[in-house]
């Protein structure tokens, strides 16, 4: 992952790949619903479809959410202006640190590939440099 920081333009030049992962898990979720949809109404028989249509529910609707949660909440920008940035958020998820930016428009932009101390150490100094604070 590289993380350019553009003084004329006064934003952040981020390239990993993000926006392709989240393209691919969208479409990914939208085959599930169609899916969820469309087989219990082609395939089951009604006796199937009175205790398989329970499993078929939840898995359309653990999709929506996670739909919709990508769609509002996540964000996949690859070029982000330090007046949209409110600060670098970090978390501890199994043990791991994760980073992500939280921006001024209720989303957040994941770092996925900031992974070993070397890194963690120069996005943070990165983002100290520049202005923005660390949560």
Same mark, same amino acid.
């Given at each position: 992952?590289?993380?350019?920081?553009?003084?004329?333009?006064?934003?952040?030049?981020?390239?990993?790949?993000?926006?392709?992962?989240?393209?691919?898990?969208?479409?990914?979720?939208?085959?599930?619903?169609?899916?969820?949809?469309? *087989?219990?109404?082609?395939?089951?028989?009604?006796?199937?479809?009175?205790?398989?249509?329970?499993?078929?529910?939840?898995?359309?609707?653990?999709?929506?959410?996670?739909?919709?949660?990508?769609? !509002?909440?996540? $964000?996949?920008?690859?070029? !982000?202006?330090?007046?949209?940035?409110?600060?670098?958020?970090?978390?501890?998820?199994?043990?791991?640190?994760?980073?992500?930016?939280? !921006?001024?428009?209720?989303?957040?932009?994941? !770092?996925?590939?900031?992974?070993?101390? $070397?890194?963690?150490?120069?996005?943070?100094?990165? *983002?100290?440099?520049?202005?923005?604070?660390?949560?």
């Amino acid at each position: 992952m590289t993380i350019k920081f553009n003084a004329k333009e006064k934003s952040i030049e981020i390239k990993d790949g993000l926006k392709a992962q989240y393209l691919f898990i969208k479409i990914m979720l939208i085959c599930t619903l169609i899916n969820t949809i469309l *087989f219990p109404v082609f395939v089951l028989d009604k006796k199937q479809l009175e205790w398989m249509g329970f499993i078929w529910i939840i898995i359309a609707l653990a999709s929506m959410i996670t739909l919709i949660y990508q769609i !509002l909440k996540k $964000s996949t920008s690859e070029k !982000l202006y330090l007046s949209e940035i409110i600060s670098l958020t970090e978390m501890q998820v199994f043990g791991r640190k994760k980073f992500s930016l939280k !921006l001024k428009n209720g989303k957040s932009r994941d !770092l996925m590939e900031v992974k070993n101390n $070397s890194d963690i150490v120069k996005t943070k100094k990165l *983002f100290e440099n520049i202005g923005i604070e660390t949560s």
